[in-house]
């Protein structure tokens, strides 16, 4: 377990471009803290950073209170796992377990003891004789957390460990990664850009785009409550719908349709009386109004033309236009709805996101 700290961290490459720009985060003992985004945004950079693989521009790292800026990799207590595995190919599952510990000294039978704990515990046990060659992607993955998992480390590192993994194994081992995070006691930092696997592995995500961090929170946190278009647009699937209309008096209209603002959020809006906002709503927020026996006072209703039904099984998922603008609505049904059909559909009120279309940040809550 470890307390990391990092403030206003900097990495430029090239002098000008910052691939990581003035990052500020806490992660505590026991948190597992993903670094979300897209291709690019310098979620890698920063993980390597922390793990003392890349020079930092501007900033400090600290681990349990330590300034870590000119530690080396090996005298920081982590262990890393990549996405290539980055297992030694001459050496056996034993073997590529064991270098580690064997460089940091220690004793044969220590080490023979958590080899055989973490084989057993990674189902690595009858492949402990052979090179990685010989051994499926999913064994070799295996081999390379069983060799973080050896260090006993205070913090582990993962940077998309589970892209070169079929779906199915790719759900197992996120699993074992979880179970791994809770027995073991350690920090975890894992990098992804798929929103699916931070969302079910993580306690804490951290959003970034373009070097910038973008939002820190809880996955419920991010999804119901994002700061801004950006984070509001990257989770979700399907994505978010954003609606633009006109805010006068307590209700936004967008074409012949009016939603009704709370109360509660009126103070907040007070300023953009008579301009146009964005709203956004998560397709799952939509109701079917056929559903809904009694009418509440804060639902927003909308009446769409379906173009297009995706039927999931238990579910559906339903494409359509309201005035021109597209609408997606994941409603709880796998009949009724077909195309060019029109359906009254509700979200109510409280669900309903407004951001400043200018800074596309949401309105009403304070900016991070
Ligand atoms: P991905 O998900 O594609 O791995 P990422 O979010 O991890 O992306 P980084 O690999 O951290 O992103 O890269 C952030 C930015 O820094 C990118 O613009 C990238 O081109 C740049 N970059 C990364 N490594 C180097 C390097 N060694 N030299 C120059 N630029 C680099």
């Keep these: 377990m470890a307390k990391i700290q990092i403030k206003d961290l900097v990495k430029s490459y090239d002098g000008e471009y910052k691939a990581v720009n003035k990052v500020n985060l806490e992660i505590g003992d026991n948190d597992f803290c993903v670094l979300l985004g897209p291709s690019g945004c310098g979620k890698t950079t920063l993980l390597r950073m922390i793990a003392g693989l890349e020079t930092i521009t501007d900033g400090d790292i600290y681990i349990d209170g330590v300034h870590m800026n000119n530690v080396l990799p090996k ?33 044969l039978d220590e080490i023979d003891r958590r080899i055989q704990d973490a084989a057993k515990y ?55 990664i979880v179970r791994i995070h ?61 609606i633009e209309g006109t805010y006068s008096k307590g209700a936004v209209t967008f074409g012949d349709t009016k939603f009704k603002v709370l ?14 906002i964005i709203m956004g709503i998560r397709p799952e927020f939509f109701e079917d109004m056929a559903d809904i026996p009694q009418k509440e006072e804060d639902l927003n209703l909308i009446s ?38 029109q359906i009254d559909i509700c979200v109510k009120a409280k669900k309903v996101l407004f951001f400043d279309k200018e800074t596309r940040q949401a309105i009403g809550r304070e900016i991070r």
């Design 75 to 107: 005298d920081r207590d982590i262990a890393m796992v990549f996405q290539s595995y980055a297992l030694y190919p001459h050496m056996t599952v034993y073997k590529n377990m064991a270098f580690g510990l064997k460089m940091k000294k220690v004793p």
């Design 122 to 176: 990674l189902d690595l046990e009858e492949y402990r004789d052979r090179k990685p060659r010989n051994l499926s992607g999913g064994q070799q993955q295996r081999v390379a957390l069983g060799r973080a998992l050896v260090k006993k480390p205070k913090v582990f590192l993962m940077d998309e460990p589970l892209s070169n993994l079929d779906a199915k194994l790719r759900n197992q081992t996120r699993e074992t």
């Design 182 to 242: 809770e027995n073991a006691g350690a920090t975890t930092i894992y990098v992804t850009h798929d929103q699916v696997e931070a969302m079910s592995m993580g306690t804490k995500i951290v959003v970034m785009n373009k070097g910038v961090v973008q939002q820190i929170g809880s996955p419920e946190e991010i999804f119901e409550y994002p700061d801004n278009m950006f984070v509001a647009g990257f989770i979700g699937s399907p994505s978010i719908n954003f």
């Design 263 to 276: 109360k509660d959020q009126e103070k907040a809006m007070d300023a953009y009386e008579g301009k146009n």
């Design 304 to 341: 769409m033309r379906i173009n297009f039904v995706e039927r999931l099984g238990s579910e559906s998922i339903i494409n359509g236009c309201v005035n021109d603008q597209k609408v997606t609505a994941k409603i709880r049904h796998t009949h009724r709805y077909a195309i060019d059909d």
